[in-house]
């Protein structure tokens, strides 16, 4: 059973930055895509970041320039370093391993304006 435990969120004023993590368990992580969904109250869930076993990413336009994905293979874990964070990031985010179609249990993040 493959486990992705995500921390790091929380409530921050507009322009402020948080870092996500997602560590993943019981899969070989460095051979695994990952990625970052979000959703906000009342709307679906949206990709918000992806990295490859490779390190390529993509970016939801939305965050471009503002987020950033990464992975630490050593630790099995991914990142979201979310920067110049607006109240319209606010939502849970959630982190996916797309191989075994699995969720994390999300992480709640508030930006105050």
């Known amino acids: 059973q493959v486990q992705l435990v995500e921390s790091g969120g929380g409530l921050v004023q507009a322009g402020g930055s948080l870092r996500l993590s997602c560590a993943a368990s019981?899969?070989?992580?460095?051979?695994?895509?990952m990625a970052w969904y979000r959703q906000a109250p009342g709307k679906q869930r949206e990709l918000v970041a992806g990295?490859?076993?490779?390190?390529?990413?993509n970016y939801a336009d939305s965050v471009k320039g503002r987020f950033t994905i990464s992975r630490d293979n050593a630790k099995s874990t991914v990142y979201l370093q979310m920067n110049s964070l607006k109240p319209e990031d606010t939502a849970v985010y959630y982190c996916?391993?797309?191989?075994?179609?699995?969720w994390g249990q999300g992480t709640q993040v508030t930006v105050s304006s």
């Open positions: 019981r899969i070989t992580f460095r051979l695994n895509a």
């Open positions: 990295i490859t076993a490779g390190g390529g990413t």
């Open positions: 996916f391993a797309p191989s075994f179609n699995y």
